[in-house]
Nanobody, 122 residues
Framework: QVPLVESGGGLVQAGGSLRLSCAAS????????MAWFRQALGKEREFVAR??????NYADSVKDRFTISRDNAKNTLYLQMNNVKPEDTAVYSC?????????????????WGQGTQVTVSS
């Protein structure tokens, strides 16, 4: 099932900014944890950021550079990426969790988007 659709990816120069969006449909995720993960070529999918329960969490690699937010009225999740680095290059996917599990583990999330490519040039 793919009820989430990401957009906003593209090519950006190092130091620049990009804003990713994740539109949900089929159900409301306003009361659920939502997160961003990314996967670079040849690498495992890794946690980027999450939002839920009035809290936000970030991977150390993106802390102070990325900001996760949500607009519940639009059932949309966002990831503001500032001061991007070449190592940020990856396919970014949004996810929503149904219940239980670690918020840092992809296995905890039941809903996923197809992903959007972000490429940072140096």
């Amino acid at each position: 099932q793919v009820p989430l659709v990401e957009s906003g990816g593209g090519l950006v120069q190092a130091g620049g900014s990009l804003r990713l969006s994740c539109a949900a449909s089929g159900r409301s995720f306003s009361s659920n944890t939502m997160a961003w993960f990314r996967q670079a070529l040849g690498k495992e999918r890794e946690f980027v950021a999450r939002i839920g329960g009035g809290l936000t969490n970030y991977a150390d690699s993106v802390k102070d550079r990325f900001t996760i937010s949500r607009d519940n009225a639009k059932n949309t999740l966002y990831l503001q990426m500032n001061n991007v680095k070449p190592e940020d290059t990856a396919v970014y996917s949004c996810a929503a969790v149904a219940n239980g599990g670690s918020i840092y583990s992809p296995r905890s999330y039941n809903y996923w988007g197809q992903g959007t490519q972000v490429t940072v040039s140096s």
